[in-house]
Each structure stands twice: as structure tokens, then as C-alpha cells.
């Protein structure tokens, strides 16, 4: 089945700088990769996502790079702020499967 | 909107009792997941239902039965709890197919003692 890995398991950045996490899957047939934020005590809520057919994807200062050959894909985050502060978790699945399968998250903090 | 929503909000469970976790929406997703989040361990899917009478074993299904009776309901059953099932349980829903928004519910923490 599909294995997602995900790193770093924490991530602390000064604020105004940006903000890198990656994601590697094992099933070449994954086709859609979500990110979802989840601020602590909150459950988690999708932030950006990106389909096999486009190779990045771009809300405001949030932005999604996928490489289906290498089978990773990326979590960019630029100009960071203190409300950036969260877990952030990486997903796959595929189109005849429904199962989404997360990787283990990335606590980032924002230093000020 | 409701969206989606779980009970109980939190419980603690002697071992070896068993206990339902319930979850119902009302978005008319034909797609619902139960997943256990442990520190360091992310989000673990636990079953799964693509449709109302179909269900599906995640990555950690061992002491777990899920049913679909319909498709705003699909409770988490536990038969016989252990301390190892200490977990926050989330539920979510999507509409069935490829590329959708997975929605949560807000969690429920079980602590079994």
C-alpha cells in the first residue's frame, strides 16, 4: 500500500523567512496530494493541494511543487508569520482507492 | 451547516470494556475515514467506506469494526479496549473520487485505562 514519508518532524523559523517541508510517496499511481494544517487542539483543515497533472500550484504565499518522477512533492511557505505556527501534514491518494494516507507531520514554529 | 461532528467529545474507558464512537454528516459525502492521531506518529488511517455498505481496512485495523449503514453515519467500534488505544480519533468525509476535500470533525479523545 502507499507509504508517505514526510521530514522534518519539526521545523523552526524566524519570522519573515520561509518555510520548506517534504514529502516522498511509494505508489506511482497516487494522483492527488493534499496539505492539511492543524493548529494545536483543532482539527485538521486543508490548506492547498495539488493533482498529478500540474507541477506546482500557488495560493498567496502558500505554494505546492510536485515532481512525479522522483515521487515527492513540497510545502512552500514564504514570508511566514506567527500564525503559521501549527502541525502541517502531507497526504496522498489515488483516483479507485479512496484511502488518503498522511504522513507524520511537521511541527513549525515561527520564532519572532 | 453542521459539516461533519463526532461524539462523545472526550471519554475515559476501562480496559476491556467496549465503547462506539459515533460520527455523522450531512454534507451527502459518499466517502468516510476514521483515523487515530498519537504524538509523532501523525494520522494513522484506522477503516474506511466508500460508499454507504462498503467498508475498507486502513493501515492500523486491529481491534476496530466499522459498519455503514448509511451515508451520514459511520461509527468506530472498539470490542474490547486496550491502553494502546489511547488516541485522539478523528473522522472525516469527502465526496467519493478523485482530488477532493477531506473535512474533520472535531476529534474525540479517549484515554482507556
Known amino acids: 500500500g502507499e507509504n508517505v514519508e514526510q521530514h522534518p518532524s519539526t521545523l523552526s523559523v524566524q519570522e519573515g523567512d520561509s518555510a520548506v517541508i517534504k514529502c516522498t510517496y511509494s505508489?506511482?499511481?497516487?494522483?492527488?496530494f493534499p496539505w492539511y494544517k492543524q493548529e494545536l487542539g483543532k482539527r485538521p483543515q486543508l490548506i492547498i493541494d495539488i493533482r498529478s497533472n500540474v507541477g506546482e500550484k500557488k495560493d498567496q504565499r502558500i505554494a505546492v511543487t510536485l515532481n512525479k518522477t522522483a515521487k515527492h512533492f513540497s510545502l512552500h511557505i514564504t514570508e511566514t508569520q506567527p500564525e503559521d505556527s501549527a502541525v502541517y501534514f502531507c497526504a496522498a491518494s489515488r483516483a479507485g482507492d479512496d484511502k488518503i494516507i498522511f504522513g507524520k507531520g511537521t511541527r513549525l514554529h515561527i520564532l519572532p | 451547516t453542521a459539516g461533519i461532528t463526532q461524539a462523545p467529545t472526550s471519554q475515559i474507558l476501562a480496559a476491556g470494556r467496549s465503547m462506539t464512537l459515533r460520527c455523522t454528516q450531512d454534507m451527502r459525502h459518499n466517502a468516510m475515514y476514521w483515523y487515530r492521531q498519537d504524538l509523532g506518529l501523525g494520522l494513522r488511517l484506522i477503516h474506511y467506506s466508500n460508499t454507504a455498505g462498503t467498508t475498507g481496512k486502513g493501515e492500523v485495523p486491529d481491534g476496530y469494526s466499522v459498519s455503514r449503514a448509511n451515508t451520514d453515519d459511520f461509527p468506530l467500534t472498539l470490542a474490547s479496549a486496550v491502553p494502546s488505544q489511547t488516541s485522539v480519533y478523528f473522522c472525516?468525509?469527502?465526496?467519493?473520487?478523485?482530488?477532493?476535500?477531506?473535512?474533520f470533525g472535531q476529534g474525540t479523545r479517549l484515554t482507556v485505562v
Open positions: 472525516a468525509s469527502r465526496v467519493e473520487g478523485m482530488g477532493t476535500e477531506a473535512f
Open positions: 505508489d506511482s499511481a497516487s494522483n492527488y
